[in-house]
């Protein structure tokens, strides 16, 4: 995950390959809360691993019930309708999925059984009402405090108190759907007799219900339905486990790369695996939207396939009233149309994790369209004119999904805006790995992805500034000296001669050389240690002088320029292999004080080494690298200098990111 302040997206231009969908966030906090009510034990498959359901798992936790966690598969034992923990405090973050249906449960648990338990969550939770959920609680003869404000959390729960649930519960069902699934969840837990909840005004995201009821049925309960008006949870009902329980892929989040496929997937169809015809989920029918707007969409029962269909996109007016989440998405494909989108049935939005609409409207407004937005609907023009933003994401997961397909501008006419999505950790909340996913999966002009190349002697400091900053910004780091002091580590484990040009330059276009989790392999071996030998890095120098090995080494170099952007640590990386960067560093400090760190450097590895000795090789080293006829090392014309000899590493990598941050346009 990037935890970092923010991530830049260069412009692009395609997508290609297969993403398989992380678990759903609505179906994996509703099994695990059945899960827990019920009596067995359950084995779920394929659960999101994100904050939303973390924070479920460690109020079920606190609440006595035992869980265990393999992969992707947590295995819960119920606690058979009676929470083992009488007392609890319990932190939901900002998990509407989460504080909702634990509301309900633990209401009706502590009125029947006695209980205290507290629900709290981050201020945004507190501002999200649930006003609707505690009157139909407090209904049915619960105990349920509004500790700060009348109608939001935190509660207090407390009980034992009488339950009437001879008349039917009655509940709104025009502000979140939620409160009624919670109430669903909740009552098979005191079903002693049949249980009517109606609904009162519209229901909202139908598709949820379906999701909750199609659920209750894998546990053994069978909700009888009169329309959206009214529900009955027959008496006797009981949660029990079904044994083993597959959680699909999340129907939303699915929405991303269905609009990513429509706008760039331009020879063969993006694969989207997870979710398909059979999905329980209402957001799938996103795919129906997206088709309306143009994309090419194939079903198969358990995967989607989208190309770009018609172009540009079509503008719609659209229902958005059955997938509230995936519309966000809607929102952003509209800057691709020919003609204005008009989204309606979106009044959830303005309670969600932020105020959707607004923080829509302005957020697209920094791209430069014109947007209009009502009670609850909003209207976004085509963009012909891309501006370079900075989009505030508000801790709003889907805002900093959705923004982040604004970077596929070149493909709306005028555009190759780079695009900067704030906050890129908020998509903890349910795709901790979204941006990973999404750098996977799609392409960009080479010249668009940008290069911070830091050249200088050795042990300037090169290699520790470009891991600041390559962590700083969330880009790849390329170490050019490893592939040099790989194919010098090859050559001597050969016996060759490392002057020998014919010889050593075969080897260096053959490497079978991997970069993985800050290790260095050649085919299997694990060359991390071997190749920080010095005596390796002198080889490196006599190879690299080499013409034919630089050139075997070239094409290897240049494909690691890839999405969001590279930190490239060498000699020539400023003046050969990236001579279009728009940042070049020359690094330096004073050979006394190089020989210095490395010194200790060596010490703390627990290598013996002297100071005169390292600095004799390392004044060898410099007056190689810089007197070889190809690519010698000496700084770029473009180039800025830095001389941290007196600096430290956090002042030299604010210095550079002081210089980056004056490139860019935001
Ligand atoms: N500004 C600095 N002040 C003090 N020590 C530093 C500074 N920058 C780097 N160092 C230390 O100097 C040592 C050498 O740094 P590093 O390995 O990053 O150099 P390098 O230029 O990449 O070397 P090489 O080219 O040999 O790979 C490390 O122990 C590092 O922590
Ligand atoms: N772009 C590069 C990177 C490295 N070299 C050579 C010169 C160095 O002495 C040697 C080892 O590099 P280090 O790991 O110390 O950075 O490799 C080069 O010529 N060009």
Redesign the pocket.
Known sequence: MFNIPFLDLPPLRAALGTVTLPGSKSISNRILLMAALAEGRTEIHGLLAADDTQVMLESLRTLGVQWTRDGDTVTVDGMGGRVPQAQADLFLGNAGTAMRPLAAALALMAARYGGDYQLRGVPRMHERPIRDLVDALRGLGCQVDCLAQAGYPPLRLTGPSSLHLDTPVRVRGDVSSQFLTALLMALPLVAQRDVVVEVEGELISKPYIDITLALLGRFGVRVQRDGWQRFTIPAGSRLQSPGRIHVEGDASAASYFIALGALAALGEPLRIEGVGSDALQGDVRFADAAAAMGADIRLEPNALLVQRGRWPLRGIEWDCIAIPDAAMTLAVMALFADGPSKLTGIGSWRVKETDRIAAMATELRKLGATVDEGPDWIRVEPLREWRPASIRTYDDHRMAMCFSLAALNPLGGHGAAPVRIEDPACVAKTYPDYFETFFGLVQADAADVPVICID?P????????ADELAQALGFWVLDS?ALYRATAWAALQAGLDLNDEAAVAPLAATLPLRFAGGQVYLGEENVTEALRQEAV?LGASTVAALPAVRQALHALQLGFRRVPGLVA?GRDMGTAIFPDAPLKVFLTASAAQRAQ??H??LIFKGVSANIEGLLADLEARDLRDKTRSASPLKPAQDARLLD?SD???EA?VDQVLAWWADQRPF
């Open positions: 200088g050795t042990a300037s400091g090169k290699g520790t500034l000296g890095g640590d760190r490395r200790k450097q941290n600096l430290t590493i030299s």
